[in-house]
């Protein structure tokens, strides 16, 4: 298995681009998500998926789409890139909605920078 | 609502040194813990975790004990390494739902 992989591994845009983060995962998990991580303050959720056709917005919404076509895939679209979405996002899976103990699996991270 | 609350860092030790990186937590019900570890331009992997009150994770020499009585996880080592560099993530997750919340990270680094 490949685990979660990303794609592309860096970005740069400038600002007003847009772009689409890939994710994939094999392992057929229902739960996906997408985080951003910024010094000083940890990952924040931006939007996650318990199953394919179903999205929900998590604590960073803004600026972001995503959708759920397939289990595999879970890509994240930039609509119009701000300097402010300048971060390393990672992409993140699970088999179901929180099982105790149940952890996530993470992908390797795209960094992008916008100019 | 839950939140996680890390040791502020970064934090350097020299080889051989104790380790501990302080981690509490608020959570409505009755979360599972965990450490994540995040080496130098990598994604997360998980280090340990555990699921309910005393129970004790422990992976690669590290350990941490889930005390409910004071809401607290800390991360421990009793002889880190250099390999150990990275940067450190307490997170909970509550039974039933799917989402993690992280705490902001520690960033260790292990001088020879």
């Known amino acids: 298995n490949a685990g979660v992989t990303q794609t592309p591994k860096f970005q740069v845009l400038k600002t007003g681009q847009s772009m689409t983060l890939q994710c994939a995962q094999d392992?057929?998990?229902?739960?996906m998500s997408w985080y951003r991580q910024d010094p000083g303050m940890g990952l924040r959720l931006i939007h996650y998926?318990?199953?394919?056709?179903?999205?929900d917005q998590g604590e960073v919404p803004n600026g972001y789409n995503v959708s759920r076509s397939t289990t595999e895939d879970f890509p994240l679209r930039l609509l119009s890139a701000a300097p402010s979405q300048t971060s390393v996002y990672f992409c993140?899976?699970?088999?179901?909605?929180?099982?105790?103990?149940?952890?996530?699996?993470f992908g390797p991270g795209t960094r992008l920078l916008v100019l | 609502g839950n939140s996680v609350t890390q040791m502020e860092g970064p934090v350097t030790l020299s080889e051989e040194a104790f380790l501990t990186i302080n981690c509490t937590y608020t959570?409505?019900?009755?979360?599972?813990l965990f450490w994540y570890v995040q080496y130098p331009g990598e994604g997360l992997q998980l280090l340990l975790k555990?699921?309910?009150?005393?129970d004790k994770g422990s992976n690669k020499g590290f350990e941490a004990t889930y005390r409910k009585e004071t809401t607290s996880f800390h991360l421990e080592k009793g002889s880190v390494q250099v390999s150990d560099s990275a940067v450190y993530f307490c997170?909970?997750?509550?039974?039933?739902?799917?989402?993690?919340?992280f705490g902001t990270g520690t960033r260790l680094t292990i001088i020879p």
């Open positions: 959570a409505t019900g009755y979360p599972s």
């Open positions: 998926s318990v199953g394919a056709g179903i999205t």
């Open positions: 993140a899976s699970s088999p179901s909605q929180g099982a105790r103990g149940e952890t996530q699996y």
């Open positions: 997170a909970l997750r509550n039974f039933g739902n799917e989402k993690l919340t």
């Open positions: 392992m057929n998990h229902e739960y």
């Open positions: 555990a699921t309910k009150a005393d």
